[in-house]
C-alpha cells in the first residue's frame, strides 16, 4: 500500500499479495546472491506491457480471452455483447481502478537503448 505518491526506488516494499510478494522476493535472492558471489543483476520494475509485434512475430494467444484490455476492443467493436469491470469501490470517477499500460514494442525499444 503506498505511503507517498509517486513511489520511487526508495519506497518501502510490503507486497500485499502473492504476484508482488514473489516478485520481492526474487529482487532479495538476486541482491544476496550478489553479495555472495558478486554476480550482479538489474531489476527491471514496469507492469501492464500490452499488445504485440505488429507483424506478428511475438505476441500470446488466449482461448478464451481473459485480458481486459483485447476484452474492452471487442466490446467496443461489437463482437462481444459487453465488458464488465469488477470492483467499483475506488477513488476515482467512475469507482473503478487506474492502470497505467505501455506497449511491448515500446518496452523492447527501452531496453534496447
Request: charged share 25%; proline share 5%.
Amino acid at each position: 500500500m503506498p505511503q507517498s505518491a509517486p513511489l520511487d526506488d526508495t519506497h518501502r516494499q510490503l507486497p500485499i499479495n502473492p504476484c508482488g510478494r514473489t516478485k520481492y522476493i526474487v529482487e532479495l535472492a538476486l541482491a544476496e546472491y550478489d553479495a555472495y558471489t558478486g554476480f550482479r543483476s538489474v531489476v527491471l520494475r514496469f507492469f501492464n506491457a500490452a499488445g504485440a509485434d505488429f507483424e506478428g512475430r511475438i505476441g500470446d494467444w488466449h482461448q478464451p480471452e481473459t485480458h481486459a484490455i483485447p476484452l474492452a476492443i471487442d466490446a467496443a467493436l461489437g463482437r462481444r455483447e459487453g465488458f464488465k469491470v469488477f470492483e467499483t469501490d475506488y477513488e476515482t470517477r467512475d469507482g473503478t481502478c487506474v492502470r497505467d499500460y505501455i506497449h511491448v514494442l515500446d518496452l523492447a525499444d527501452a531496453h534496447v537503448r
